[in-house]
């Protein structure tokens, strides 16, 4: 049986698994998750724009996006996507009525429509358990998009959307952090990068390290990423710490410059 733990922080209601450790033994130091990140979508979101939250879990990157907007009085849109983690996440947007600022896509992200299943679930997969991947990235996976189209099941657990597929506008921002996906999802996701002027992108991108140390296709993983962002379009990259990466356009790489000398 799934159980919750709930804490105050931010002047929010946050629940959360009890079985997310990592994240529930921050939260026990008064700690709110990733806080660090309200920073980073403030200084590069631009202005009076909506936010794109890839990989939502628990709700928490929303609601510092929120809590941004609030703060300059816009009442734009926070779109998250979440294939999982559903019953903490909406649990979090109601008890902190963001029910008109999110609108929430029960679905995961990928290059083509398709289900799959959940991954190691006959073998123990554990509902709250932050850093799993939809499919079992593993030794012999090189090439992700053949590895789901190998996965796909039509009667599967999980509904796989392109980005694209929604027709989403005014982004200016999108915040991408699904585990491995990020490549596939990127790839179902040109032409609304394209169509919205390539909006400032905040990307989690693993290495060949820890867990993942055999994994071949971790090892120019970010390669691939910074390569096809850069083909695509995008100007500029900076890294913000160990795994996460910015990309920007000329003009928004202008704009945080000038905001960056005007400070």
């Known amino acids: 049986m799934t159980t919750f733990l709930s804490f105050n922080l931010r002047d929010k209601k946050i629940n959360a698994y009890d079985t997310d450790n990592p994240i529930t033994n921050l939260f026990k130091q008064n700690i709110f998750w990733d806080h660090d990140n309200y920073s980073i979508f403030q200084k590069y979101r631009r202005p009076n724009t909506n936010f794109i939250d890839a990989g939502g879990y628990i709700g928490t990157q929303s609601i510092l996006m929120d809590e941004i907007m609030k703060s300059e009085n816009e009442k ?4 998250t996507f ?3 983690h559903h019953e903490v996440l909406e649990m979090n947007i109601i008890d902190n009525n963001l029910q008109e600022a999110v609108t929430l896509f029960k ?5 083509k429509k398709c289900k799959i299943n959940v991954w190691n679930k006959d073998a123990g997969f554990i509902v709250g358990q932050p850093g799993q991947s939809l499919v079992v990235i593993n030794e012999t996976v090189q ?3 053949q590895f789901i189209s190998k996965a796909e099941n039509e009667n ?4 796989i959307e392109t980005l694209d597929s929604y027709n989403l506008v005014n982004i200016g921002f999108i915040k991408l952090d ?5 490549l596939d999802i990127l790839n179902g996701a040109k032409n609304t990068i394209i169509n919205n002027n390539f909006p400032p992108l905040f990307i989690e991108i693993w290495k060949q390290e820890g867990w ?3 994994i071949e296709y971790y ?3 970010k390669d691939l990423i910074r390569t096809f962002l850069i083909d695509l379009g995008y100007f500029y990259e900076e890294r913000l710490n160990y795994y996460d990466h910015i990309f920007l356009n000329k003009e928004d790489f202008s704009r945080i410059k000038d905001n960056e000398s005007n400070n």
């Open 82 to 84: 979440e294939p999982l």
């Open 107 to 111: 679905v995961g992200l990928g290059s």
């Open 178 to 182: 699904c585990e491995g996906m990020e």
């Open 219 to 221: 090892k120019n993983y």
């Open 143 to 145: 090439d992700i998009t």
């Open 212 to 214: 993942r140390e055999n």
């Open 76 to 79: 734009n849109k926070i779109y």
């Open 156 to 159: 599967g657990d999980i509904q």
